[in-house]
């Protein structure tokens, strides 16, 4: 008989890991709020970067503050050259995430002397570091699935203009930034700062609680984030809706297969562990979803089947009684998709925003004298002591 242990909990459903004072969420009436201001103010109101300085350091930035923040992580954009050489010796068709976690590893590689996480000095260079060097990783990886030639970045331009023209501009002609499209990038960026103790968040805690060095565990939250039921779920729901498109089964017969829980089918891009209502981001990503489409002049069948699928879900008892509704990813795919983006680099944008959030806990913990090693128990239900017997 096991001594000393009280509950089983698995999937953490009921245990609190730790005290924070980044994220609110309030599950039940659709709230969240960074810092203690509304996600809504923030979405409409403030920038990726700012919202960043909010979640990392406590409090809004002053114009200066926020200006040498902006600065600082322009001037710390370019990659070793080295690293770029890692990209050709992957397969072209590598998965981005896998790619953006093992560069963001390999990153420790190169900043050996500042990896302390005791250390302020060495805490805040590699907050800097990761903040300009994870997109263009991520447009890196972009563009080698291209075939593409790699861009400098132009540090002339703002964080969000700066990674569309590195994933969308080219070597032979000047690229124009729509305005539209940044002010939707960066609104996205935003909505998915952070999420408190998510899976991938979890994650980096869990890692840094050993001490690791923020990239090694950052690189760990990347790959939580990369599975289908956490980050990826962006990207599955535009497969999803591509599947019912192409099988042409219609919306409906998807949802009864969904209800009758036919092995593998669920409807990606809904319901959630915390929310047990809208949850607020997905409401302000179908605002802009068509805003973006508008402002395009794009139409997209996909979009379309989303709202379908939307009403009938929400229409429906299985859903209601389960209160499953539409989470952050539902229709964050369409528009990615209206900007240019690939399928597969989906998750790697909600790894650009987290990203801030990730720092945030790793350093919330780091500076918490309570912290200690984490180290979840388990209960033991294999065989009872035997013997060889020989
Ligand atoms: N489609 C169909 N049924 C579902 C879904 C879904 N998307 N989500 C939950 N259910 C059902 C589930 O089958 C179960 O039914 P029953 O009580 O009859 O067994 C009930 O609802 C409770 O589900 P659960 O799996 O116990 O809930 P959970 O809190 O463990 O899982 C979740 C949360 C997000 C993993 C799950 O809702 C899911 O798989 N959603 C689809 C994937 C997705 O969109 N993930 C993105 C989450 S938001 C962004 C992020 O933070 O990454």
């Known amino acids: 008989k096991q001594t000393g242990l009280t509950s089983l909990d698995p999937g953490f459903v009921n245990t609190a890991s730790t005290r924070s004072a980044i994220t609110y969420i309030d599950g039940e009436n659709g709230i969240l709020r960074y810092r ?60 981005p995430m896998s790619v953006l976690s093992s560069a963001v590893s390999a990153l420790s590689t190169y900043y050996e002397d500042s990896l302390s996480p005791h250390d302020p000095e060495q805490v805040e260079i590699s907050t800097i570091r990761l903040l300009a060097k994870l997109p263009v990783i991520a447009a890196y990886a972009h563009k080698k699935a291209l075939g593409q030639a790699f861009l400098y970045p132009d540090n002339s331009l703002s964080f969000v203009d700066n990674f569309l023209r590195l994933n969308f501009g080219n070597m032979a002609e000047p690229y124009e930034v729509n305005p539209v499209l940044s002010k939707a990038l960066d609104r996205l960026l935003i909505l998915h700062e952070d999420h408190e103790q998510n899976a991938s968040t979890s994650t980096v805690r869990l890692v840094g609680s050993t001490e690791a060095n923020i990239f090694s565990s950052i690189s760990a939250g990347i790959n939580a984030l990369y599975g289908p039921l956490h980050g990826g779920a962006n990207e599955a729901v535009l497969k999803m809706l591509a599947q019912i498109r192409d099988s042409g089964e219609g919306v409906g017969k998807f949802v009864e297969r969904v209800k009758k829980k036919e092995e593998g089918v669920r409807l990606m891009g809904f319901g959630h562990r915390v929310y047990k209502s809208y949850d607020p981001r997905a409401k302000l990503v179908k605002e802009s979803a068509d805003e973006v489409l508008d402002a395009l002049g794009v139409s997209d069948e996909l979009l379309d089947l989303a709202r379908e699928l939307e009403q009938i879900a929400l229409a429906d008892d299985y859903f209601i009684e389960r209160k499953l509704y539409p989470n952050v990813d539902f229709y964050t795919g369409v528009i990615y998709k209206a900007m240019g983006f690939p399928p597969r680099m989906f998750t790697v944008l909600f790894a650009i925003g987290r990203l801030p959030g990730w720092i945030a806990h790793w350093r919330e913990m780091n500076s918490d004298p309570a912290t200690k090693i984490g180290r979840p128990q388990q209960l033991y239900v294999g065989p009872p002591e035997r013997h060889l017997n020989r």
């Open 36 to 95: 203690g201001y509304p996600i809504e103010e923030l979405a409409k109101q403030s920038t990726y970067l700012e919202v960043a300085w909010l979640l990392i350091y406590g409090e809004l930035p002053s114009e200066s503050e926020l200006l040498e923040f902006d600065e600082k992580i322009r001037r710390h954009t370019l990659l070793h050259e080295d690293l770029k050489r890692f990209f050709t010796a992957l397969p072209h068709n590598a998965h």
